[in-house]
Every structure is written in structure tokens, then in C-alpha cells.
């Protein structure tokens, strides 16, 4: 059993920069394949990024990239998504995600392959 735990969400104004972090215990951590996934208010949970086991894969969603970095630390047991270039429309709900893999550099960006979820981070971007 694997916890994640969000930690670095906030208020802030457009154009802005946020540092998300999430702490994982209980499991192997450099098994998994971690991602961030998002929620706004009355929208379905969407994909935002993830990264391969030892952090040589990334991907991301195209309303964030270029703004947004996904990284972890194996060592820590942690995964960061630096945000920067806030827009309004990245106010949500941001959760932490862990997806058992079989190899270090696959990932999935389906909600369905999740095998962890942490309890989500408000992340606020005001105009």
C-alpha cells in the first residue's frame, strides 16, 4: 500500500510560479511511475504530467507544457511539479499519482491505470 501525500498548493496570481511536492511511503517507490492529475470545479479529473521510474521519461499534458516540469527524487521518495506561467485556468484540484510499471521509462496518462491516488493540493490563480 502506497500514500501519497501533496503539499505546496496556494493562492497566487496570474503568471506566477507554484513547486508542488508529493512524499510516498509504504511501497518501492522507484516502481512506480508518478504523475499529477487535476479537477476543476465541474470537470472531470484530466492528466497534467507524469514521469518513468528513473525520471528519463516525461510527458505532458499540451494545456501545460512548456510551463509546467515534472521531476522526482528516488532518493526522497518524491516528485515535484514546478508550475510556472499560471493562468486562471489552471485554479483545480491537483492530485498525486502512482502507477505500477514494469519498466523505468513507461508511464500512462490514463486515470484508469492509477493504482494510488494522494488526497489533492488546491492550487488558486487568481487574473
Known amino acids: 500500500q502506497v500514500q501519497l501525500v501533496e503539499s505546496g498548493g496556494g493562492l497566487v496570481q496570474a503568471g506566477a510560479s507554484l513547486r508542488l511536492s508529493c512524499a510516498a511511503s509504504g511501497g518501492t517507490f522507484s516502481r512506480y511511475a508518478m504523475g499529477w492529475f487535476r479537477q476543476a470545479p465541474g470537470k472531470q479529473r484530466e492528466f497534467v504530467a507524469a514521469?518513468?521510474?528513473?525520471?528519463?521519461?516525461?510527458d505532458y499534458s499540451d494545456s501545460v507544457k512548456g510551463r509546467f516540469t515534472i521531476t522526482r527524487d528516488n532518493a526522497r521518495n518524491t516528485v515535484y511539479l514546478q508550475m510556472n506561467s499560471l493562468k486562471p485556468e489552471d485554479t483545480a484540484v491537483y492530485y498525486c499519482?502512482?502507477?505500477?510499471?514494469?519498466?523505468?521509462?513507461?508511464?500512462?496518462?490514463?486515470?484508469?491505470?492509477?493504482?494510488?491516488w494522494g488526497q489533492g493540493t488546491q492550487v488558486t490563480v487568481s487574473s
Open positions: 499519482a502512482a502507477d505500477r510499471e514494469t519498466g523505468p521509462y513507461a508511464y500512462s496518462t490514463k486515470i484508469s491505470d492509477v493504482d494510488y
Open positions: 514521469v518513468g521510474w528513473s525520471g528519463g521519461s516525461t
